[in-house]
C-alpha cells in the first residue's frame, strides 16, 4: 500500500482532496520520506507489515477512536474492554506469534485504547522474576486469559520509594504459607492497572519477613477474586481508585489485604526462596527484583511516551500550515501560522525531540537486550548500568516528551483546547508518565548516586586504567578539553563536536561541582545523608545535564551511521543540531558560568539556531509525516493526512451529544420557571 | 487534624490572618467575604453531588441549575458591588466556569457599555431578568485572536433598513463562545460591517439566536455545542453559523458609530474607547492566574507537609517538605503567587484609576496600559500554568487523580493562554510598544511610568562584551538593587532586540518581514520588562506593609522570587555583565538558604490565602490534612465501584477464557 493511501484512513468525504496549503508543502521532496520511515521502523520489511496491521482496523466501527471522545469513563472502559476481546480474536484468527511485532503494531493502531495493559506487565513479571516451576504454572495461564493478573506495587502512601512499601508477608513455617497484610490504609496497594474491576490475581510485592527477619521487597502471586463469578476472595477488599485526568482503560485500583494466605510456592523464588522451614536463600543481587520494572520503563517509552509526542508533532505541525492568521507582507494572504519564527520556535524543538528520543530508545533497546539476555543466563554484571540508562532515559524522556506535547497542544491556540485536535488526550496520556513508574525527580536522583560514584571512583584509582573501569555512558567525565570551546563563529556551533564537547564539559562541570558541594559537606561535620539532601538540587541539575549529553550523544551517533543515506542524514543532523543547541540557549547560564562559552559564543549559538529553524521548517511537515501514523491512529478533527481541519471539526463536533436534540431540559427546568416568576412580579 | 499540619501550624513565625487582611484589602473586606461565603456554603440550593464522579451534562445541568439560584439570591442580598458579584459567583461554582459566564460577564457590560439609551431600554431589563440570555460571539473556527481577520458580514439593506448578517464560509462560523451551544437566545455577533458598498471593520450587532419560549433555533440560524474539551464541562462552548440573517437596524450597538438610515456611517469620536473591556478582562486575568496558582500551591504544600515517603536518614521519615528538592520546586511557586496577588491587584487599582480618567476624556494613559496589560497577562498566565503543572507533578501519582483538584485547576485555568488574545501574539504587543518606546527615547523623548527606565539606555550605551562597573554594586539581599539588576536585564535585551530589528531592515527587508524574523527575540525582550515590572511591584508593595513581621516574612518571599529568576535566567545576566560568575553562585546559595528559612512559614503562608475546603476541591490539601481516610472515601463513590462485579467482565472477559 501507498504511503498516502495507508495514512488517510478516515475514509470521510473530505479525504478524497488535500488542500493545497499541505499539498504544497509536500511538493518539495528534499529526502525521501518513504525511506525515513523504513528508517524508524528499523527495516522496509517492519514498514510493511506494520501497515499490513495497522489496514485491519481500518473499516470495522468497533474499534473506531473518535467515539470515545463523547463517552462517559464508564463507556470508555467498556469500549476498551470491547476492543481487547476483538484485537484477542483477530490475533487468534490470524495466526500471531506471541511476542511478535503483529501486537505491538496493533497496539499502535488502537493508541493503546484497551484494557489488559498491565495483565501482560504482570506477565513478564512472572518470566523474569519466577522460577522455571512458576513460569511454568502460571504464564500459560496468563496467556490464554484464565487468570488476569496485575502487579501490585504502589501503595496509597509509598510510591517511587520501595523500601517505604508498608505491604508485609509473613512466612508461617507451620503452615507453610504467606500471610499477605496491609496493616495500615497508607498500605493499601493503590493504582495498579487492571485491578479495579478487572484482574483475578495480583502479583503484590510486599516486605517479606521470615524466621523474624525483614528480608526487603519480594514478589508474591496472590489470588484476589474468584474464579467462578468474580467477586472477590474472603480478606480482600478491592475496586476503582476513581476518576483520573486521563487513563480512562487502565481500570487502575486498590487492595487492601486482611491476613490472607497464599502457598509458599507463590512466593516468585528466581532470585530468592523460603525454605520449608522458613531459611532464606538468596540468589541473586537484591537489584535483580527490579528488572520488571526496567522492562516496563523501556516498554512504555518506545510504546506510549514517543508515540504521544510525535503524535502531537504530526497534529500541531499539519494544523500550523492550514491555519492563516496576520500578515507577513501587506500585498501577501494571509500567512500560514509555520512561517512565523515563534510558531516555529514553540514545534521545531518537539520535532527535534521526537527524533532524537527515537534514536535514544533504538540505542537503549539494543543495550536492553544485550543486558537481559545476559540476566537470563544468571549473569547481572550489566544490570547496574542497564539500570540507570533506563532510569536517566525514562526521566529525562517522560519530562520533555510531557512538556513538547503541552507546548505542542497550546501552539495550536484555542482548538488545541478541544478533545477533538487529539492533544488534550495525548497531553493527559503522556504527562501520567512523569510519576507512574518511578517519580522523575527520584529517577534523577538514582542517576546522580550513580555518577557520584563513578565520579569518586576516577579519584580513587587514578592512573591509566581508569578509564577503561569507567561504564561507557560516564567515560566523558575523563576527556581531555579545552577549558574554553573553541568556536569562532555561528557556522562552528553547527559541527557536532563543538556542542557535544560543550554538553560533556558542563555536565562534567556540574557533576563535579556537587561532588566537591558534598564532599565540603561531609568534611564541616553533615552527616551523609543530610549533606545528600542539601546537595539534591545540584545534583538533579547535574543529572539532567548527565541526561542531555547522552541524548546528544547517542543522536549525534545515529546521525553519523547514516553516510548512506545523505538527503536523510542532513536533515536529521539539522534536527541534532537544534536539540543541542536549544539545550544550550534554554540554560546558557550553567555555559558562561565558568568561562567555557562566552557571551559572543552564545550570541552565536543564538544566530545558528535562528538560521536553523527556518531552514528545518522547510521540511516540517514531511518530516512529521515520515512518522506514517494513520489519520485513525492521529484521531485528531486537525491533523488529518488531507489538512481539511475544518470541515471536519465541524463534522465531528455534531456527534456531540448535546447535539442530539435542540431541546434543552436543563434550560426548561430551571431558567424558564425563573423567567416566569420574574413575569409574574412585572 | 493531622498532627503534622497541627505542628507546622503552631511552629510559624506570623500570625496569617494578618497576611489575609493583606491580600483581601482590609480586615472589612476579609471579613464581608467570609461572610458572603459562609451564606453560600451554607444555602442547601447550592448543594450538589462531587463534580468529578457526574457526566458532561450532569455537570452543565447543576451548573445551569445552580446559575439560575444564584442570580436570583444575588438579588435578594442586595450584592451589586464587582468585587462581591465576583466573590459570589466564584464561591457558588466553586471556581468553575458556568454556561451564564458570557450572559453576565460580557454580554450585560457590553450593553451597558455600548448601547444607547433606546436598545437599553429593549435589551437590559429583559436580559438582567434572564429573558433574554445572551453570549458574546466574536471567534471564529478559522480566527481568533487576530481580529481583522473575522470573516462574518454584516451587510446594510437600506431599503429594509435591516443588516445581512452572513457566515460566509465555514471558517467564519463562530466558534467557542461560552453559553452558546444550548443556554443562549440572543448573541452578540462581532461582524464586518458593509455599507454603501464598503466595509468599516469590525462592529457588534445584537442576534435573537433562538426563540424565547420554545428555545427552538430561529430560520437561518445553525446552533450547536462544539464538543468535548481538555476542561470547562460545565460551560457548552458552541458554533453559529448565520445564513443571510436579517435583524433590524436598530439591533447594532450604536453608541459610538452609527449607521443612518440611508445607510450613512458615523465613526466614532475615539477607537481606542473599545479596548477598555479588553484591557479589563486581561487585567482580571492577571488576579485569575494569581488565584490559581494560589490554590495549587496551597495544595501541594500541604500534602507535601504530611506525606512521609522516603527517608533522609534511615529509621526516621521526614515529610516530603523537608526535602531540598521539593522545596525548590514549591517554594518559588509560592513566592510566584504572592508576587502575582500583588500585580493582581495593582493592576486592577491602575484600572479603576485610569477609567476614572477615560470618563473625564484623558486618554492619555491608555496606550501603556494596554501594552502593560497584554504582556503582563501573557506573562503571569505562563508563569501559573506551568506552575500548577509543578504543583500537581510534585504531589507524586495522586496529583494525576481527580482526588486532588489540581488536574481541574489546571485545565479551568489552561485556557487563560489562549483566550482574551493569544500569549505569543499579547507579547509582541507588548514589544511594539516597547519598540516605540525605545524610538522615541532614541530621538531624545523622555518616556514616563514603568518603562522610564529606558531613558537611561542611551547614556548606558550597553554593548555585549563591555566590561561594566555593575556587579561591585549588587546587593543580593537589597530589593531596590535587585529591581535595579532586572532593569538592567530588560533594557539590555531591548536594546538587542531593537538593534536586531534596526539590522533586518538595514538589508532591505521589509518592516513586517524584519518583525518576524526578530520575534523571538522580541518575545524574550517583552518577557524580562515583565518580570521587571513584577519585582518592581512587589519591591514597592514591601515598602507598604505596615507590620514588621509581616513584612519580614513576605521579604524571604520576594528575595526568594527575584534571586530564583536570576538563578533561571544566570544566562541573562552573565552575558550583559550585569552579574559575575561568583554572584550566581551567591545567587544559588542564598536561594538554597532562602529556601530553609522560608520552610517553617510554608503552611502558614498557603493558610494565609484562606481557602476553604470545598473551594479547593482537593483531598490532598485539605485544611485537616487526614489526606489518606478520605482518599479512600473519595475512591468509593466512583461510579465503576457501584457494583461489586463489573458488566465488563460478564461481557468480555467470560468469553475471552472460554474461546479457547
Known sequence: MSSRAHRVSLGDSWSQRVHPDIESERRRQAFDVERLTNLLDRGARNTTLRREVESLFRSDPAFSLVNTYFMTQKEHFQAAAQK?????????????????????????????????????????????????????????????????????????????????????????????????????????????????????????????????????????????????????LPGITAGDIGPRMGLENADNGFLQLDHVRVPRENMLSRFAQVLPDGTYIRCGTAQSNYLPMVVTRVDILTSVVLPSLQKACVIA????????????????????????????????????MSYAFHFQAVSLLEFFQHA?????????????????????????????????????????????????????????????????????????????????KNYQQIWETEGAHSQRSLPQSVQYFTMVHHDKCPAQNASDFLLPEIYTTAWAHTAARLVEDSARHLQVLTQSGADQQDAWNQTSVSLVQAAKAHCYYVTVKSFQDAVKKLDSEPAIQLVLKRLCDLFALHGILADSGIFLYDGFLSGPQVDMVRTAYLDLLSLIRKDAVLLTDAFDFTDQCLNSALGCYDGNVYERLFQWAQMSPNNNSQENPAYKKYIQPLIRSHGSKL | MNPDLRRERAAATFNPELITHLLDGSPEKTRRRREIENKILSDPDFQHENHNFLTRSERYEAAIKKSAVMVKKMREFGIADPDEIMWFKSFVHRGQPEPLDLHLGMFLPTLLQQATAEQQERFFMPAWNLEITGTYAQTEMGHGTHLRGLETTATYDPKTQEFIINSPTVTSIKWWPGGLGKTSNHAI???????????????????????????????????????PKFGYEEMDNGYLKMDNYRIPRENMLMKYAQVKPDGTYVKPVSNKLTYGTMVFVRSFLVGAAAQSLSKACTIAIRYSAVRHQSEIKPGEPEPQVDFQTQQYKLFPILATAYAFQFVGSYMKDTYHRINESIGQGDLSELPELHALTAGLKAFTTWTANAGIEECRLACGGHGYSHCSGIPNIYVTFTPACTF??????????????????????????????????????????????????????????????????????????????????????????????????????????????CHYVVVKLFADKLLKIQDKTIQAVLRNLFLLYSLYGISQKAGDFLQGNIMTGSQITQVNQRVLELLAVIRPNAVALVDAFDYKDITLGSVLG???????????????????????????????????????
Open chain 2, 420 to 529: 482574551e488574545g493569544e500569549n505569543t501574539v499579547m507579547m509582541l504587543q507588548t514589544a511594539r510598544f516597547l519598540m516605540k518606546v525605545y524610538d522615541q527615547v532614541q530621538s531624545g523623548k523622555l518616556v514616563h511610568g514603568l518603562v522610564s527606565y529606558l531613558n537611561d539606555l542611551p547614556s548606558q550605551r550597553i554593548q555585549p562584551q563591555q566590561v561594566a562597573v555593575w556587579p561591585t554594586v549588587v546587593d543580593i539581599n537589597n530589593p531596590d538593587s535587585l529591581t535595579e539588576i532586572y532593569k538592567l536585564r530588560a533594557a539590555r535585551l531591548i536594546d538587542i532586540a531593537a538593534k536586531s530589528l534596526q539590522g533586518e531592515m538595514s538589508h532591505r527587508k521589509s518592516k513586517e518581514v524584519a518583525w518576524n524574523l526578530t520575534s523571538v527575540g522580541l518575545v524574550r525582550a517583552t518577557d524580562a520588562h
Open chain 2, 189 to 227: 455577533v462581532l461582524a464586518q460591517l458593509i455599507t454603501q458598498g464598503k466595509c468599516y471593520g469590525l462592529h457588534a450587532f445584537i442576534v435573537p439566536i433562538r426563540e424565547i419560549g420554545t428555545h427552538k433555533p430561529l430560520p437561518g440560524i445553525t446552533v450547536g455545542d462544539i464538543g
Open chain 1, 317 to 352: 505541525t499539519r494544523y500550523s500550515v492550514i491555519r492563516r492568521q496576520g500578515r507577513l507582507r501587506p500585498s501577501d494572504p494571509e500567512a500560514k501560522i509555520l512561517d512565523y519564527q515563534t510558531q516555529q520556535q514553540k514545534l521545531l524543538f518537539p520535532l527535534a
Open chain 1, 372 to 452: 537481559y539476555n545476559a540476566v537470563q543466563s544468571n549473569d547481572t554484571s550489566l544490570l547496574p548500568e542497564l539500570h540507570v540508562l533506563t532510569t536517566g532515559s525514562k526521566a529525562m524522556m517522560t519530562d520533555f516528551c510531557a512538556y513538547g506535547v503541552e507546548l505542542c497542544r497550546r501552539a495550536c491556540g484555542g482548538h488545541g483546547y478541544s478533545k477533538l485536535s487529539g492533544l488534550p488526550s495525548l497531553a493527559t496520556q503522556v504527562v501520567a508518565s512523569c510519576t507512574y513508574e518511578g517519580e522523575n525527580t527520584v529517577l534523577y536522583l538514582q542517576v546522580a548516586r550513580f555518577l557520584m
Open chain 2, 622 to 660: 485539605r485544611y485537616d490534612g487526614n489526606v489518606y481516610e478520605n482518599l479512600f472515601e473519595w475512591a468509593k463513590k466512583s461510579p465503576l465501584n457501584k457494583t461489586e462485579v463489573h458488566e465488563s467482565y460478564h461481557k468480555y472477559l467470560k468469553p475471552l477464557q472460554s474461546k479457547l
Open chain 1, 84 to 232: 481487547r476481546f476483538l484485537l484477542h480474536k483477530m490475533a487468534q484468527r490470524l495466526n500471531w506469534p506471541e511476542d511478535g511485532l503483529e501486537i505491538d503494531y496493533a497496539r499502535r493502531a488502537l493508541s493503546g485504547d484497551i484494557i489488559l495493559g498491565v495483565h501482560t506487565v504482570a506477565t513478564k513479571a512472572i518470566i523474569s522474576l519466577g522460577s522455571e516451576e512458576q513460569i511454568a504454572k502460571w504464564v500459560p495461564l496468563c496467556k490464554t486469559y484464565q487468570i488476569i493478573a496485575t502487579y501490585a506495587q504502589t501503595e496509597m502512601g509509598h510510591g517511587s520509594y520501595l523500601q517505604g512499601l508498608e505491604t508485609e508477608a509473613t512466612y508461617d513455617a507451620a503452615t507453610q504459607e504467606f500471610v499477605i497484610h496491609s496493616p495500615t490504609i497508607t498500605a493499601t496497594k493503590w493504582w495498579p492497572g487492571d485491578l479495579g474491576c478487572l484482574a483475578t490475581h495480583a502479583i503484590v510485592m510486599a516486605q517479606l519477613i521470615c524466621s523474624g527477619a525483614k528480608r526487603g521487597m519480594h514478589a508474591f502471586v496472590v489470588p484476589i477474586r474468584s474464579p467462578q463469578d468474580h467477586t472477590p
